[in-house]
């Protein structure tokens, strides 16, 4: 069957650097792309790899390892802002709908 | 704003009634994909159109049904309805059939009473 796992939940501080993962088992795989939602709020496209490696965007890091069906989202310099949930969501196909993980709440003290 | 807009922002309505959820997709997109996302929970796919024709079916009860307008805006329909059908409703677009990169509406907040 298909499935993603996150954590449910990740705590972290002001400042400080956040790793949260994603493992996944599904019948294909073709990338992995991350998302973020903030409470009340409406999904918004972080990143996508395909390939294996480390992708950056600003602040923002996402990885991937194809052979271990592991992919990790990487957020630095942790603002309260970020405090929000991250959905991991494999694209399984070239012509299928993504594959969602259950999401992982991020709670950033000060 | 991701140009995707859905109407209505929010709706009450009682067990047993039928609500229709609207969708416009942003401009240039052919696919429109529907999700539910009950309170605290992930978002669970219902079902894709893509220019018009139903593309992929997830969990989707037989009480719902949807359709995707020549215009292409897309409309999500639920019946005989249930108190726990309480949920968001978002839906989302996409220039082609399985893009990585989905477009999400507002949602739509949906509360049975």
């Known amino acids: 069957g298909q499935s993603l796992e996150q954590p449910s939940e990740v705590t972290a501080v002001e400042g400080a650097i956040v790793q949260i993962n994603c493992t996944y088992q599904?019948?294909?795989?073709?990338?992995l792309s991350w998302y973020q939602q903030h409470d009340g709020g409406a999904p918004t496209f972080l990143s996508y790899?395909?390939l294996d490696g480390l992708e950056e965007t600003g602040r923002f890091s996402s990885f991937l390892s194809r052979s271990d069906s592991y992919g990790y989202l990487l957020l630095q310099e942790l603002q309260m802002k970020d405090s929000a949930s991250y959905f991991c969501?494999?694209?399984?196909?070239?012509?299928?709908?993504?594959?969602w993980g259950a999401g992982t709440k991020l709670i950033i003290k000060p | 704003d991701s140009g995707v807009t859905q109407t209505p922002k929010h709706l009450i309505t009682a067990t047993g009634q039928r609500v229709t959820l609207r969708c416009s997709p942003r401009?240039?997109?052919?696919?429109v994909y529907w999700y539910q996302q009950s309170l605290d929970q992930g978002l669970q796919f219902l079902i894709q159109?893509?220019?018009?024709?139903?593309?992929a079916k997830g969990n989707i009860l037989e009480r719902f049904s949807a359709q995707q307008f020549p215009d292409l805006h897309s409309e999500l329909n639920l019946s005989s309805l249930e108190l726990g059908d309480s949920a968001l409703y978002f839906c989302?677009?996409?220039?082609?059939?399985?893009?990585?990169?989905?477009?999400f509406g507002p949602g739509t907040r949906l509360t049975v009473t």
């Open positions: 159109y893509y220019n018009g024709e139903e593309r």
């Open positions: 599904t019948s294909g795989f073709y990338g």
């Open positions: 401009s240039g997109d052919l696919s």
């Open positions: 790899n395909a």
């Open positions: 989302a677009s996409a220039p082609g059939t399985g893009s990585y990169e989905q477009y």
């Open positions: 969501a494999v694209k399984e196909d070239s012509n299928y709908q993504l594959i």
